[in-house]
């Protein structure tokens, strides 16, 4: 006997699930908690199966007959329908996924590995550069003509720069999710052979050793933040990265031990590297404590305390005073190893104060030497130096070999 929406709509739940059938394989299940939900019985290979079509009364008796007939015009045609409803549902998953959501996705695997400034610095590009661009596309039909013109209009501001970033990771975002399945292909490989020339320019650029005194008096002078002057002063008595001070919390420094340890996980070469502070750099982050050292970071940003100083304030307001492709805050470590090396300081400090990694791999593994007691006098030499030249001292007696 076929079902009748009487039938349907009057059957009560039961110690036991049971079924009640329709025709052709349709059935209504109902569930001890009083579910009705429609099902349809076939065999395929020789294997009986089931098909779930839907919940009463979602789901008419009408359209379930509909579906059944449906599933069974699949079966006419040698596809096993409930293969085929799973196919269309990773379709539909796939159809739905947006460049957004993927990007994200290899953003969350990717983060765990990456220094907190190479994450920073790849969301701030993403949600800035690529989300307000394709963030809405779905992934799967993104074509390398859009990847070519959003990469343009990064260029044609010339950030070249981070249009180079951008292409890497488009390239990586397309790659994992090919990876995954959810994309047929990855439209962002060799967008390298297609990017604009950018003009060459000198890298890290740092004055003389001779010029300190103007740049440092220019600064004083200047009307910009003083954390940004602190900031600048800081750089050049310790020879640091301009993102390892910009996101240094508080809890890393010793000032009275007038030490700075820097955990692997925020170094470059995911080695803790500790830094030796000189007497004049324990004094300007004593004066920094007293601005800031009720937030967690050293150096917060202006607007949200929470997040850290832009990466741009330090060669802004450098660019303030006037040396904009003179002077950077990356500048100031080429400048530290010119003068050291040129006053003949042991290499070995030196490359360990710049926290460099060895070439030699086996030498890197096996040299645990901080040389921490030489690096401190080494950096109290240099700003005792820095001082001196800045009060007009001939400097040139103040050397140490070693």
Same mark, same amino acid.
């Given at each position: 006997?076929?079902?009748?929406?009487?039938?349907?709509? %009057?059957?009560?739940?039961?110690?036991?699930?049971?079924?009640?059938?329709?025709?052709?394989?349709?059935?209504? *299940?109902?569930?001890?908690?009083?579910?009705?939900?429609?099902?349809?019985?076939?065999?395929?290979?020789?294997?009986?199966?089931?098909?779930?079509?839907?919940?009463?009364?979602? $789901? %008419?008796?009408?359209?379930?007959?509909?579906?059944?007939?449906?599933?069974?015009?699949?079966?006419?045609?040698?596809?096993?329908?409930?293969?085929?409803?799973?196919?269309?549902?990773?379709?539909?998953?796939?159809?739905?996924?947006?460049?957004?959501?993927?990007?994200? *996705?290899?953003?969350?695997?990717?983060?765990?590995?990456?220094?907190?400034?190479?994450?920073?610095?790849?969301?701030?590009?993403?949600?800035?550069?690529?989300?307000?661009?394709?963030?809405?596309?779905?992934?799967?039909?993104?074509?390398?003509?859009?990847?070519?013109?959003?990469?343009?209009?990064?260029?044609?501001? *010339?950030?070249?720069?981070?249009?180079?970033?951008?292409?890497?990771?488009?390239?990586?975002?397309?790659?994992?999710?090919?990876?995954?399945?959810?994309?047929?292909?990855?439209?962002?490989?060799?967008?390298?052979?297609?990017?604009?020339?950018?003009?060459?320019?000198?890298?890290?650029?740092?004055?003389?050793?001779?010029?300190?005194?103007?740049?440092?008096?220019?600064?004083?002078?200047?009307?910009?933040?003083?954390?940004?002057?602190?900031?600048?002063?800081?750089?050049?008595?310790?020879?640091?990265?301009?993102?390892?001070?910009?996101?240094?919390?508080?809890?890393?420094?010793?000032?009275?031990?007038?030490?700075?340890?820097?955990?692997?996980?925020?170094?470059?070469?995911?080695?803790?590297?500790?830094?030796?502070?000189?007497?004049?750099?324990? $004094?300007?982050?004593?004066?920094?404590?007293?601005?800031?050292?009720?937030?967690?970071?050293?150096?917060?940003?202006?607007?949200?305390?929470?997040?850290?100083?832009?990466?741009?304030?330090?060669?802004?307001?450098?660019?303030?005073?006037?040396?904009?492709?003179?002077?950077?805050?990356?500048?100031?470590?080429?400048?530290?190893?010119?003068?050291?090396?040129?006053?003949?300081?042991?290499?070995?400090?030196?490359?360990?104060?710049?926290?460099?990694?060895?070439?030699?791999?086996?030498?890197?593994?096996?040299?645990?030497?901080?040389?921490?007691?030489?690096?401190?006098?080494?950096?109290?030499?240099?700003?005792?130096?820095?001082?001196?030249?800045?009060?007009?001292?001939?400097?040139?007696?103040?050397?140490?070999?070693?």
């Amino acid at each position: 006997m076929a079902l009748t929406d009487t039938a349907i709509r %009057t059957a009560k739940p039961r110690d036991k699930l049971y079924r009640l059938a329709d025709a052709h394989g349709l059935c209504l *299940e109902v569930t001890t908690t009083g579910s009705k939900l429609w099902r349809v019985r076939y065999r395929f290979e020789g294997k009986a199966k089931m098909l779930a079509a839907g919940a009463y009364p979602s $789901v %008419t008796l009408a359209q379930a007959r509909e579906r059944r007939d449906a599933a069974q015009k699949l079966l006419a045609q040698g596809v096993d329908p409930s293969a085929y409803k799973q196919q269309e549902k990773v379709a539909a998953a796939i159809q739905a996924l947006t460049v957004e959501s993927l990007a994200r *996705e290899w953003y969350s695997y990717n983060q765990p590995r990456w220094a907190p400034a190479t994450a920073s610095k790849a969301l701030q590009y993403l949600e800035s550069d690529i989300f307000p661009v394709i963030g809405k596309r779905p992934a799967a039909e993104v074509q390398r003509p859009e990847l070519v013109d959003l990469v343009r209009k990064i260029e044609r501001r *010339e950030a070249f720069n981070v249009a180079r970033k951008v292409r890497q990771w488009l390239s990586q975002i397309f790659r994992f999710g090919l990876a995954k399945g959810v994309v047929p292909g990855n439209p962002a490989t060799d967008l390298d052979v297609v990017a604009a020339h950018a003009p060459r320019t000198r890298h890290h650029p740092h004055v003389s050793e001779a010029e300190l005194p103007g740049l440092l008096e220019r600064l004083e002078a200047a009307q910009c933040d003083i954390t940004s002057k602190i900031a600048i002063r800081l750089l050049l008595l310790t020879a640091v990265r301009p993102g390892e001070l910009r996101l240094a919390p508080w809890d890393e420094f010793d000032l009275d031990a007038a030490t700075w340890t820097i955990p692997a996980a925020r170094m470059k070469a995911r080695r803790p590297h500790i830094v030796p502070l000189p007497r004049q750099a324990v $004094v300007l982050l004593r004066t920094l404590y007293e601005l800031t050292g009720t937030y967690p970071l050293a150096f917060p940003g202006r607007n949200d305390r929470s997040r850290p100083m832009s990466e741009n304030t330090v060669n802004k307001a450098l660019s303030t005073i006037g040396y904009e492709g003179r002077q950077t805050g990356h500048g100031f470590r080429h400048l530290l190893s010119t003068s050291l090396n040129s006053r003949g300081y042991n290499r070995d400090w030196i490359e360990r104060q710049l926290a460099h990694g060895d070439q030699d791999s086996i030498r890197h593994t096996y040299n645990h030497a901080h040389y921490l007691e030489q690096r401190r006098e080494m950096m109290q030499t240099w700003a005792d130096s820095v001082d001196a030249l800045c009060a007009g001292v001939n400097v040139a007696t103040i050397k140490r070999h070693a």
